[in-house]
């Protein structure tokens, strides 16, 4: 019986074989050292070496557990996003179930943005195809269209739900607040008025003011 | 003088030194061939050997004016970048000026679409970065800027601009063509679905219909 929900949705790149608990267990603390290496110094400091350093084991047990830095970044790629997926499903509101699917979508969206900025580079190094094979966009595109039909909005909504999602991929957002160095909350604030605008919820504006 | 509009709005890659007027024009030349060759057989199949042939000059030729075969890619991305926006500055409406500025809107993102399905291995061999650096995504934001102005869309209108054209990125577009098989009318569908959320039009729907 699989207990974590976000495993039964997901295609995600699985172990050949089956793992021992432990060996699954040690797994996930490299994985869980990993991310925070990720977090705390940008994932271009995650090598081989260093999380080994991290985690106090060998660089053999690295390399067994995770084939090469491209294999180790991958499985962190997964690790996060099944993290991010189990925060959907089941996390507190409004990411989670229990506010309203509006507050649902915006939250959804600025998670998204702040995880995928943080996590560019791991991206990039899985490549674009590879986020995709993994089952994430579909994930996300999935919740997304399951919310607007809970807007009741009215349209083609898988194409809708794509739509909403496509400026918060690595590229569009990497040249918006890296490069051209926009502001992430200016960011996320047009990206808020554009799912007000789908959805067909009037922008926030004083009371009385006409467009 | 440069003649040429959209050579001064691009920071396009040139050439290293002024070439003399017939080395240019024996440069478009092999770009007009390669470009037709593109759009017969794809990009896959332009190889400097292919092109050589079909121009009917020496490989050598081939090699000295583009230097290697991501070369060749680079300028040809270039080259079909500004027939394309010469085409929106000074071609025939509605992609060019004359038309309504919602036609001129609707018209830039099919032919958008339509251009980047066809070029999409050239965009991907010249890397997404390359196409930014290019200048393409600058201008195509801004020339929707500029109509998202004329349409009097009150919004931060440069983030409105690049959330219109994220759906038509390559890897957007290959997923839902290419991956999921969704026919193309239907994505160009909602896409004007989308542009008329955003621009405050109605979505067409029988008159009397309620949302």
Chains 1, 2 share one sequence.
């Not at 976000?6 to 050949?16: K, N, S, T, V």
């Not at 021992?20 to 995650?46: P, S």
């Not at 607007?148 to 083609?156: H, I, K, N, R, S």
């Amino acid at each position: 019986m699989t207990t974590d929900p976000a495993r039964r949705l997901l295609p995600l790149a699985d172990q050949a074989a089956p793992e021992r608990a432990d060996a699954a267990r040690n797994r996930e603390l490299l994985l869980d050292a990993a991310a925070a290496m990720v977090a705390e110094l940008g994932a271009d400091k995650v090598t081989m070496d260093a999380l080994a350093a991290r985690a106090g084991v060998g660089k053999g047990t690295v390399f067994r557990r995770f084939g090469s830095r491209g294999g180790l970044m991958a499985a962190l790629l997964d690790h996060t996003e099944r993290a991010w997926q189990a925060a959907v499903i089941s996390g507190p509101p409004p990411l989670g179930p229990g506010a309203p699917p509006l507050e649902r979508l915006l939250a959804l969206g600025e998670s998204r943005l702040r995880t995928t900025l943080q996590h560019a580079t791991l991206i990039r190094a899985a490549g674009a195809e590879g986020a995709r094979a993994s089952g994430a966009h579909s994930f996300a595109a999935l919740h997304v269209r399951h919310l607007l039909a809970q807007l009741e909005v009215d349209g083609d909504l898988p194409l809708l739900a794509v739509a909403l999602l496509a400026p918060l991929e690595v590229p569009v957002l990497e040249q918006q607040v890296r490069l051209d160095g926009l502001p992430v909350e200016r960011v996320l604030a047009g990206w808020a008025d554009l799912v007000r605008r789908v959805v067909g919820r009037p922008p926030v504006t004083p009371p009385g003011g006409a467009t």
